[in-house]
């Protein structure tokens, strides 16, 4: 449980680095770009990747490609709904993007759905719509629209970019390959954006806070997958514990540190949200 609470909060400081840096003059491009560059480094020593072996021909780079300009562009999202919506409502939207996942999965996979999966994914919805409700009360009118947008694009990205990961991997990459691979595309496309088209230059604090953030990201994905390798016999545990655990830590981030206020849809929102993920959990044991 130890894992699963470690991998949970590396996810949340992740989060909360951002909107600090964001609030104090840093380059968001520059600390995406320069995350990527240490997450790659870091995912190859720790996961080891097979790159040598890796076909040229057969390799869907269209796939890994899009996956490197998917990843930065939903960070980038992630930051500005850290900044207009805060650590609460995003982090929520975020975890409950294996809503539509799990309905892609059925669209596109054809995987079977239990009644328990079924109840999870509307509790999913429902939480969805409760954040948004609850967002068109915060702030000026343009930045409800806008916070309201930025949490509709986390809650779609971050399910498309795990739609988009299990087809890759589906077609025979190994995980370790496809993460290493998207890393890499994704710290040339962010470097190149930000050199030609923001002409922004590196600095020395918006590398450093870029390269922590690779850390804490990739710290994040190895502590989850071993804590699943670790409890292989119990899945769903990992799954909603961590799930979980990153909401509830976003919460508490989001009234100690940043001193958002909760409303009574947000709540809402929260109890639905946890509710989905516990269903979703039981219906993995079965």
Same mark, same amino acid.
């Given at each position: ?13 992740v ?15 520059q ?5 990527y560059a240490?997450a790659?480094?870091l ?9 040598i ?13 899009s996956l ?5 562009t ?7 709904a850290?900044?207009?919506?805060g650590?609460l ?16 999965a059925?669209?596109?996979f054809?995987?079977q ?8 994914i509307?509790l ?17 009118? +343009? ?8 949490? %509709? /694009? *986390?809650w779609a990205g971050?399910? &498309?970019?795990?739609? @988009? ?12 390959v496809?993460l ?6 994704a710290f ?7 050199f030609?088209?923001q ?12 390269l922590l ?20 016999d +119990?899945?769903a545990?990992?799954?909603?514990g961590?799930? %979980? /655990? *990153?909401?509830?830590?976003g919460? &508490?981030?989001?009234? @100690?540190l940043?001193k958002?206020?909760?409303k009574?849809?947000?709540?809402a ?12 959990a039981?219906?993995?044991v079965?």
């Open positions: 449980m130890e894992l699963i609470f470690a991998a949970a909060l590396c996810s949340v400081v989060s909360v680095l951002i909107k600090i840096c964001s609030t104090r003059g840093y380059s968001i491009i600390m995406i770009t320069w995350n240490s790659s480094v995912c190859y020593l720790w996961f080891k990747p097979d790159l072996h890796v076909s040229v021909k057969q390799t869907p780079w269209w796939l890994i490609i490197g300009i998917l990843l930065p939903i960070f980038l999202c992630l930051s500005k850290l900044q207009t919506a650590i409502k995003t982090e929520i939207a975020q975890r409950l993007s294996v809503v539509l996942s799990l309905c892609a059925w669209l596109i054809n995987e759905f239990s009644p328990l999966k079924i109840i999870g509307v999913g919805f429902m939480a969805v719509v409760c954040i948004l409700y609850a967002q068109k009360g915060d702030g000026a009118a +343009s930045g409800k629209k806008w916070g309201i947008l930025y949490l %509709i /694009l *986390v971050y399910a &498309l970019i795990d739609v @988009l990961l299990k087809y890759t991997t589906g077609l025979g990459l190994q995980f370790s496809v290493n691979l998207m890393f890499v595309c040339f496309i962010t470097l190149m954006h930000a030609f088209v002409k922004t230059w590196p600095s020395v604090k918006n590398i450093s806070a870029g953030l690779g850390v804490l990201n990739i710290a994040n994905i190895a502590l989850y997958v071993k804590a699943h390798m670790l409890l292989k +119990s899945p545990v990992v799954f909603a961590m799930n %979980i /655990l *990153v909401v509830l830590l919460v &508490l981030s989001g009234m @100690l940043f958002e206020k909760i009574p849809a947000t709540v929102g929260l109890i639905m949200g946890i509710a989905g993920v516990m269903c979703l039981s219906a993995m079965g």
